[in-house]
């Protein structure tokens, strides 16, 4: 999941989707992307389970996975405890 964010185009895809759901000619407009460009980067994000597709008469509108998000924040939070918690702890050779 950081991998896939860590890209500059997903994550400007992501923070754009925060502000409510968007269509791909919103993104392309508002981030400056070719439109082939934001349709891979946003297959990559819906296969990831981070955005989901909701078809809206010809178009279809994109939404980010709240729930996706707040896993991943959470497996994130609960690694950095363990890495404090532990950073102490070193293993005899």
């Known amino acids: 999941m950081v991998r896939l964010l860590a890209d500059p185009a997903r994550a400007a895809i992501v923070d754009a989707l925060a502000a ?3 269509c791909t000619c919103h993104l392309v407009e508002d981030l400056g992307l070719s439109q082939p ?19 809206y008469g010809r178009y279809t509108y994109y939404h980010l996975n709240a729930d996706a998000l707040d896993a991943a924040a959470a497996h994130l939070t609960a690694l950095a405890a363990r890495a404090r918690a532990t950073s102490d702890n070193r293993r005899e050779c």
């Open 20 to 22: 409510g759901p968007a």
């Open 37 to 55: 460009n934001v349709s891979n980067h946003l297959r990559a994000l819906r296969h990831a389970g981070l955005v989901k597709a909701e078809p």
